[in-house]
Nanobody, 126 residues
């Protein structure tokens, strides 16, 4: 499984960005959970959002709920993270992740669910 993120950059407070993650090497309609995480230096990786590849069970961290939206385009094997109302505390390296789950209820944005990770894309809000 290979995950390649894009879409990061610098944006002003209150602005928007859309991150993309192209996934290859997994069966798109199988029981995979896709997630977005973020990490700042010196801190643990934080789960942001997750979704099953069937498009069910969307989960968000409290810190982004109502501002971020995770979505899929199965035709493009791509998962997106739409980020609106960005705050300085959203500044981080953002990572895409994939993990096999046998029950959709297990798809949550916690690191132990995910075995595959992208290289990350930097988001800076100032």
């Amino acid at each position: 499984v290979q995950l390649v993120e894009s879409g990061g950059g610098s944006v002003q407070v209150g602005g928007s960005l859309t991150l993309s993650c192209v996934a290859s090497g997994l069966v798109w309609y199988s029981r995979y959970c896709m997630g977005w995480f973020r990490q700042v230096p010196g801190k643990e990786r934080e789960g942001v959002a997750s979704i099953t590849v069937a498009g069910e069970r969307l989960k968000y961290a409290d810190s982004v709920n109502g501002r971020f939206a995770i979505s899929l385009d199965s035709a493009k094997n791509t998962v997106y993270l739409q980020m609106d109302g960005l705050k300085t505390e959203d500044t981080a390296m953002y990572y895409c992740a994939a993990g096999r789950v046998y029950d959709p209820s297990a798809c949550t944005p916690v690191t132990t669910v995910f075995g595959y990770w992208g290289q990350g894309t930097q988001v800076t809000v100032s």
